[in-house]
């Protein structure tokens, strides 16, 4: 079972851009893992942000963008509104099989 | 405006079946779409149970596969969890959701696994 690596919590400044990344044990993260990124709040069920890499659902804020970056998926945050505050999941597909969720980042807007 | 909504016990004791619905409300789960099951231990991060899709056919996390089972029940629009021989760490919050592009979410429930 592959594991899924993010930084464990990213601080930003209101206005602020941030960067969280996806790294996988099995090598680099390519389109072909299908990268998802999810935000997650205290008590809330998770909201996709991102799907397939980059794209975007019609309820997802255009400051959230979604890329690969370095053998890495990313999430950027460009412009952290203080609603921004919160925990971030990302999610590789294995082959169509088998998902796995990162370890997750709290991002704490400060 | 498609709506999962989970329901099953909150209680389960150590070694018994852990059995969860999911029901389904604007869409058919006849449609072409994967349905998952996603659970969340307290103070510890999202982990993929499976995936079953309207035939029947099913997809499993690997470090869970020989305790569960997933089916789709298309006279009642539900698809269902059953996780047995359960210990206290599969104590969670489960949440069901549409694995197409995972844009669709249960406001999820939490299963205490406790004698």
């Known amino acids: 079972q592959a594991v899924v690596t993010q930084e464990p919590s990213l601080t930003v400044s209101p206005g602020g851009t941030v960067t969280l990344t996806c790294g996988s044990s099995t090598g680099a993260v390519t389109s072909g893992h299908y990268p998802y990124w999810f935000q997650q709040k205290p008590g809330q069920a998770p909201r996709t942000l991102i799907y397939?890499?980059?794209r975007r659902h019609s309820w997802t804020p255009a400051r959230f963008s979604g890329s690969l970056l370095g053998g890495k998926a990313a999430l950027t945050l460009s412009g952290a509104q203080p609603e921004d505050e919160a925990e971030y999941y990302c999610l590789l597909s294995y082959s169509g099989v088998n998902y796995v969720f990162g370890t997750g980042t709290k991002v704490t807007v400060l | 405006q498609l709506q999962l909504l989970e329901s099953g016990p909150g209680l389960v004791k150590p070694s018994e079946t852990l059995s969860l619905t999911c029901a389904v409300s604007g869409d058919s789960i006849s449609s072409n779409h994967w349905w998952s099951w996603v659970r969340h231990p307290p103070g510890k991060g999202l982990e993929w149970i499976g995936e079953?899709?309207?035939?029947?056919?099913?997809n499993y996390n690997p470090s869970l596969k020989s305790r569960v089972t997933m089916s789709v029940d298309k006279s009642k629009n539900h698809f269902s969890l059953k996780l047995n021989s359960v210990t206290a760490a599969d104590t969670a919050v489960y949440y069901c959701?549409?694995?197409?592009?995972?844009?669709?979410w249960g406001q999820g429930t939490l299963v205490t696994v406790s004698s």
């Open positions: 079953v899709y309207q035939s029947g056919s099913t």
């Open positions: 397939d890499t980059s």
């Open positions: 959701a549409r694995s197409t592009d995972f844009d669709n």
